[in-house]
């Protein structure tokens, strides 16, 4: 795994670490799927904690006018904007009929990130699947099994490089 696969889109993005705000957001998603970039934005603000660096419980949620930003200088801010990255990637790649919510939860079982560049061309992802995954206990009440077995499925059966309709390409290795 690259030492920071999340540093390719900040920097392409032109987002400073302690803050990626919405704008930076949006345009993260613009990079790695075609599809409403509304519901990308969405998930980034309810995912708890990740807002500043005020600490919060698990379940505090937020609303307000003021502007919000994730502080991905975090270990866990940083792993969620990637995983949601790999979700929104996939996804639009091999035409899921998942969340992205869900797909972030299932990614880092299921996935690693092992390269990833951005540039005038497109993103270009290598993502490891993984070996025979299985659905974490704490994410049993969750993620139903089959379905998450069928999302194995689908990784298994993809091709090798899938091209992103967003531009770029997404290259599946075994693990």
Excluded: C, N
């Amino acid at each position: 795994m690259p030492d920071d696969p999340l540093a390719a889109f900040l920097t392409a993005t032109g987002a400073a670490d302690e803050h990626v705000g919405p704008e930076q957001i949006r345009a993260l998603g613009a990079r790695v799927t075609s599809h409403a970039l509304e519901g990308f934005m969405l998930y980034p603000v309810i995912a708890s904690g990740l807002m500043d660096d005020q600490q919060r419980s698990p379940d505090f949620f937020e609303i307000h006018d003021r502007e919000w930003w994730i502080d991905a200088r975090r270990p866990a801010a940083r792993d969620y904007l990637t995983a949601l990255i790999v979700a929104a990637a996939v996804s639009d790649a091999l035409e899921l009929d998942y969340t992205l919510w869900w797909l972030t939860k299932v990614v880092p079982t299921t996935l690693t990130i092992e390269a990833a560049t951005v540039d005038k061309e497109g993103v270009r992802l290598t993502i490891r699947r993984q070996r025979s995954p299985e659905l974490p206990p704490d994410l049993a009440s969750e993620i139903h099994p089959q379905d998450f077995t069928d999302f194995v499925m689908a990784l298994a059966e993809a091709a090798d490089v899938v091209p992103l309709p967003a531009g770029g390409i997404l290259t599946f290795v075994d693990g």
